[in-house]
């Protein structure tokens, strides 16, 4: 089991979550999704479900105080001291600096940022495929143009942030899953 520590990026529907969870099996290390623990507080209707509900079912995002707290509390499980995948987190300059500062503080730098790069078109096919099976109330057409919108303007700038310290890696996604995969894995390899 090797120690990871990776952020994935990417617009919506490129596949992030996806990935993530592989990555996450095959190396031993959890998978950590914003966007899921914010669904699961909504589906438990505990405070912090009631606070966000609304945004996230906008496709805006969250204050990035919430999510930093969030993930916070996450990072000091004992399950993450050996690595994780960070999936929908940093969404903002914002969040990436509060990133840096924790992760500081537990002296484990990021090793790898992974952008999955997917033209809007197909992303757009992909999550309303998905909408049709999972039924997620922000995977309606005008949402996600709104989600789209919220991606450019405030997560966008991530990948200079991240292009900037030298660990950002871009990767097709638009092969299909399994090819995405073994290109994941081929950069993976290398740093090790
Ligand atoms: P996707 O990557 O498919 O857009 P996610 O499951 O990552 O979806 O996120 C769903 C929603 O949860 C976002 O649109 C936003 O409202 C909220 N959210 C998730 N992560 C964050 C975050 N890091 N900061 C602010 N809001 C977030």
């Known amino acids: 089991m090797s120690e990871l ?18 990555i996450a099996e095959t190396h031993g290390v959890p998978h950590i999704s914003t966007g899921e623990m914010l669904r699961g507080a909504i589906a438990a209707g505990s405070e912090l479900g009631r606070k966000v509900k609304e ?9 990035d105080e919430l999510v930093v707290e969030v993930i916070r509390e996450r990072l000091s499980q ?9 999936d929908g987190f ?9 990133l840096d500062a924790l992760l500081a503080e ?10 999955l790069e997917l033209a809007e078109e197909t992303a757009v096919e992909r999550m309303l495929g998905r ?7 922000d995977d309606t057409p005008e949402v996600i143009k709104n989600r789209f919108e919220v991606y450019r303007r405030q997560t966008e700038p991530l990948s200079n942030y991240y292009r900037s ?28």
């Open 165 to 192: 310290t030298g660990i950002l890696v871009a990767i097709d996604s638009s092969p299909g899953m399994d090819e995405v995969f073994a290109e994941i894995e081929r950069v993976l390899a290398t740093l090790q």
């Open 55 to 63: 945004i996230v079912e906008s496709g805006a995002l969250v204050p």
């Open 90 to 98: 940093p969404r903002t300059i914002g969040q990436a600096e509060a």
């Open 106 to 115: 537990l002296g484990r730098p990021l090793e790898i940022v992974l952008e």
């Open 131 to 137: 909408a049709a099976e999972q039924g997620r109330a």
């Open 78 to 86: 004992p399950d993450a001291q050996n690595g994780f995948v960070l």
């Open 5 to 22: 520590s990776i952020v994935m990026l990417g617009a919506p529907g490129a596949g992030k979550g996806t990935q993530a969870v592989r």
